[in-house]
Nanobody
């Protein structure tokens, strides 16, 4: 599976961005997907995850109510809609895929290259 993340950029606090993760390779629709982020000097952390059906979603407490994870109709693209962005959301955001749907970073087998999100105050 190859994952390509895009959509990052510079936005003011309170603004919105939508990240996309396009997949190619094996049967993507059977994979759970997750978004993670890593800020400078910090460990990579869980942001959100979605099951392959799209019926189950999970969020980190820090983004719950502000971020929404979803899958496209063809299930080969996953989105992360980020609203009410805060400076502390600044990080490189990575998408990842796994046969299960999990918050655990170590469970994910496939990773995209990351996209930078910068939120100015």
């Amino acid at each position: 599976v190859q994952l390509q993340a895009s959509g990052g950029g510079l936005v003011q606090a309170g603004g919105s961005l939508r990240l996309s993760c396009a997949a190619s390779g094996r049967t993507f629709s059977r994979l759970g997907m997750g978004w993670f982020r890593q800020a400078p000097g910090k460990e990579r952390e869980f942001v959100a995850a979605i099951s392959w059906t799209g019926g189950a979603t999970y969020y980190a407490n820090s983004v719950k109510g502000r971020f929404t994870i979803s899958r496209g109709a063809a299930k080969n693209t996953v989105y992360l809609q980020m609203n009410s962005l805060k400076p502390e959301d600044t990080a490189v955001y990575y998408c990842a895929a796994d046969s299960s749907t999990t918050r655990k970073i170590g469970e994910y087998d496939y990773w995209g290259q990351g996209t930078q999100v910068t939120v100015s105050s």
